[in-house]
C-alpha cells in the first residue's frame, strides 16, 4: 500500500509547477470569492484547500487541477490551472461547467 502512494506522490505535478502552468480558464464574477469556493467545494472531488495571501486555492485531485480565487473590486477573479497528468476524477468539461455555475 505504502509502495503504491509513493508512486503516485512522485508521478503528480507539484502545486509550484501547476501555478507556473498558463491558466486554462481566466474569469470574473460578481460572486463573493467566498461564496465560489464554497459551491466550487461542493461540486469538485477529493479538494484539499488553501490559502496564498489574499487568493484562496483549490487543489483538484492528485495535483491535477489548481483553482485561485482571488478577490477583486466587483468580486472575484477565477484562474484555472491543469497538470498535463491525465486525470479521470473531473474531465476538462466538467470542471468548465462547474465554474460556470459557481461564477454565475
Known sequence: MF??????ACSS???????????????????????????????????STSKSGNASELVVGPNAWL???TPSHYGSTVKVQKSDRDYGGLPEPEMRFDIARCTT
Request: glycine fraction near 0%; aromatic fraction near 4%.
Open 13 to 47: 505535478t507539484s502545486a509550484p509547477e501547476l501555478r507556473a502552468s498558463s491558466p486554462l480558464i481566466y474569469v470574473s464574477s460578481r460572486r463573493a470569492p467566498s461564496d465560489v469556493f464554497s459551491c466550487l467545494e461542493d461540486r469538485l472531488p477529493s479538494v
Open 67 to 69: 483553482v485561485t480565487l
Open 3 to 8: 509502495a503504491a502512494v509513493a508512486l503516485t
